[in-house]
């Protein structure tokens, strides 16, 4: 698609943990896998490793996206819903605040979802840097079931009016 659009586009595969000097990007999109980052001495020196447990490989994937990522470029993360209430997620906390903005979140619909532990949201943050500030009010939203197309048709509504307020130029 990018071809026929006429975008350069360059895809990489690789240990995105481990891999460094990725070249910088203006948009990370990432559907991010839920456990523990395994390979221990990659991550020892990571901002967001808690203190006395192993890496989840989500925090240990957004830190090393983060580096790539350019001044007031955006992530877009797939994330489970309880990576910001666990145990041991303090210093991820920090390390996003010092780090980066919270655009919004979007809560999937739990109709999406076999079981409550599995649900996910769509995270979206920008990087801190010259001209970055936080829009007055994050857009927090829990969408409803895509079975409901009234209902997510209002949503998608309110959706675009609140990037239309927040980032209409």
Do not use: C
Not at 37 to 52: L, Q
Not at 71 to 97: Q, V, W
Not at 125 to 146: D, R
């Amino acid at each position: 698609m990018s071809n026929l659009q006429q975008y350069d586009l360059e895809l990489l595969q690789m240990d995105s943990v481990r891999e460094q000097g990725i070249p910088d990007v203006d948009l990370i999109l990432s559907d991010l896998p839920i456990g523990i980052y395994t390979n221990d001495d990659v991550v020892e020196s990571f901002e967001s490793k808690p203190d006395d447990a192993r890496m989840p490989a989500e925090y240990a994937l957004i830190e090393n996206s983060l580096k790539s990522l350019k001044l007031g470029g955006i992530g877009l993360y797939l994330i489970p819903n309880d990576m910001f209430s666990r145990d041991h997620s303090e210093n991820f906390r920090a390390f996003m605040k010092r780090e980066a903005i919270t655009l919004g979140m979007l809560q999937l619909p739990v109709s999406m979802f076999k079981a409550e532990k599995h649900q996910k949201s769509i995270w979206m943050i920008q990087k801190k840097g010259p001209g970055v500030t936080a829009p007055s009010q994050a857009l927090l939203a829990e969408l409803p079931s895509f079975q409901r197309a009234d209902a997510l048709s209002d949503m998608m509504t309110r959706i675009n009016d609140w990037f239309l307020k927040h980032f209409s130029r």
